[in-house]
């Protein structure tokens, strides 16, 4: 009889451990596209107008004159380009969609989006979440592609302007 | 379909079949090609590597274009 009662004690006084189930569940959050692969890709992708750039660079240190510009380089470039036959589109390409797809492709590989329930209790309730993964190659690509468009954008309405005027 | 015709290492992708080594050999043949004809027509060395490079890199990206929807693919 004293054992029993020992053990109802014992039983009465044990923990039980606290659940909660409001609790956010662990999630995979999988990415749309394999991040190393776009990596990869990327670097091919913005290499073709990096190089470009660099000319244009190179063209204006060794050009230094009197009212010569940066983009007055790039002007002697692209009008060059848009000369030649059969490559006449080539400098649109590869200074505007090359970057957009390394944009897309790196984007799409640190990505995760999901609409959820924030709990039981809140049925019509939705919430939108973007997690963005934070890998370093593929950002950093995402950010030069975003240079390249700004530097093309730019050059394009500066020669817009320029000829209006 | 699934193809193997190429594997990652890095940046570099590399031929895993025999269809990779053709492609391959044909991106270096026609890399040789432009670089004996845009020689011929350049004034100066430095004229010369600026136009090759360029055209190289544009072989090197559609070649890992290429690359990059035919590689075999590990699974994680």
């Not at chain 2, 350049?42 to 090197?60: A, R």
Request: hydrophobic share 55%.
């Amino acid at each position: 009889m004293k054992e029993k009662d020992e053990f109802l004690k014992q039983m009465e006084n044990l923990k039980v451990p606290e659940v909660n189930p409001n609790e956010h569940p662990q999630m995979v959050k999988m990415a749309i596209m394999n991040a190393g692969r776009s990596a990869a890709l990327g670097v091919w992708l913005i290499v073709v107008p990096c190089y470009f750039l660099f000319c244009v660079f190179m063209y204006y240190f060794s050009h230094i004159r009197v009212g010569s510009s940066w983009f007055a380089a790039m002007f002697t470039l692209m009008a060059s380009l848009d000369k030649t036959r059969y490559i006449d589109f080539l400098g649109p390409v590869i200074m505007v969609v090359l970057p957009i797809i390394c944009i897309i492709i790196n984007g799409l590989a640190i990505t995760h989006v999901s609409v959820l329930r924030p709990g039981p209790d809140q049925s019509k309730v939705r919430e939108f979440n973007i997690t963005i993964k934070i890998r370093v190659w593929n950002i950093l690509l995402i950010l030069v592609s975003l240079a390249i468009l700004g530097i093309f954008i730019s050059y394009v309405m500066t020669e817009n302007i320029s000829i209006s005027n | 379909m699934k193809l193997n015709w190429f594997t990652r290492k890095g940046i570099i992708y590399w031929p895993a079949s025999i269809i990779g080594w053709v492609i391959l050999v044909l991106a270096l043949a026609y890399a040789i090609y432009t670089f004996i004809d845009i020689d011929s027509r350049s004034h100066s060395g430095s004229d010369t590597m600026i136009n090759f490079v360029f055209n190289l890199l544009l072989i090197g990206l559609i070649y890992t274009v290429i690359a990059y929807f035919t590689e075999a693919r590990k699974v994680d």
